[in-house]
């Protein structure tokens, strides 16, 4: 069976082998009886199943002992309450945290932290309408910051940070707070920088459903007291994510998905580092098409420009149901820009294959020759 290429920002496309797997393990997981959705969650099988997830999350992503990974509930958006309810009980935080916008997903993280403490804006990209990204040596940091918060990959407005701040060369100890959610897993992460890092599964690494939290351990413990429990980082990572029931499907379908992540190739690499190069080499080719073709426009500066999400334009807008509806014909699916942005938007997260890729760009070039 041949699949159509899905470039949904989310949820969105999944390995087959995982899906196969999945449906292959569905009404009996490995000869126990059960599916993994009639299993206890603090039953042997599922334990193991959760185990594995952690382990080959851990190992993909190199994530250093003194982070804690939770399986969460609640999405990119809850985390927005729920990491201000566990970091701003701690003293520093009797200053502002501090915000740099960057796009839509930053801009709501910044709304919703405000009923929780103060906040300020140490740098924002609004004068250039989202198509570049500030740099840090500009950002207004409060040295004594209760955390700083980034988006490092903002999905409708498609810009990315290529490096996370070092926020100590800039004079602030603060911890750095990232939403990571539509490019976790695509390529490695700096912890020495991180404090606490967020995002829900549905793009790179799973299904809708679980959210994951890596958090450092001396963050653990700064809770306001409004805080629900079952939202409670140290109550959970103290529960192994056991606090209160897990979405345990999803779990194991992210488990599913981080196992096939360690074990790709691509060029003589291996894992994350496979994964990332071909991450580069898709991102390049569908670039390449749009800046060489003058039907279509990319307005974000290429310093900043997105590997997983690219919004696009065609010169002409009448044109755009028009190139939906060939590409749907041609197997290209959920290419429709986000409504606050428009156009086009084709997002290549991890299981999205170079072949793919080629197919868009090929169906790019031949609307273009035909219409333009
Ligand atoms: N942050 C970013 C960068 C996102 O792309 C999204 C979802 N598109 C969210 C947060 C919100 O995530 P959720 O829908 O899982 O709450």
Redesign the pocket.
Known sequence: MTRPFNFS??PATLPPEVLQQAADEMLDWQGCGMSVMEMSHRGPEFLSILTQARDAVRELLSVPPEFQILFMQ?????ENAIVPMNLLGATRADQAVNFVLTGS?SQ?SYKEAQRYGAVHVAASNQASQQTTLPPPSEWALSPQAAYVHI?S???IDGVEFQELPDLLSLGCDAPLVV?I??HMASRPIDWARVGLAF??A??NVGT?GV?LVFVHESLLGYALPICPSAFNLQTVAQNASMYNTPPTYAIYIAGLVFKWLNQQTHNGLVGLAAVEARNIEKAQLLYDCIDHTPFYENKVDPSCRSRMNVPFFLRDARLNDHFLAEAKAAGLLQLKGHKSVGGMRASLYNAMPVAGVQALVNHMQDFAQRHG
Request: charged residues 20%; glycine residues 28%.
């Open positions: 920002p989310g609640g999405g990119g958006l809850a997903w709501k988006c990959n903002e999905t939403d959610s539509s995002g829900g549905q793009k809708a959210t």
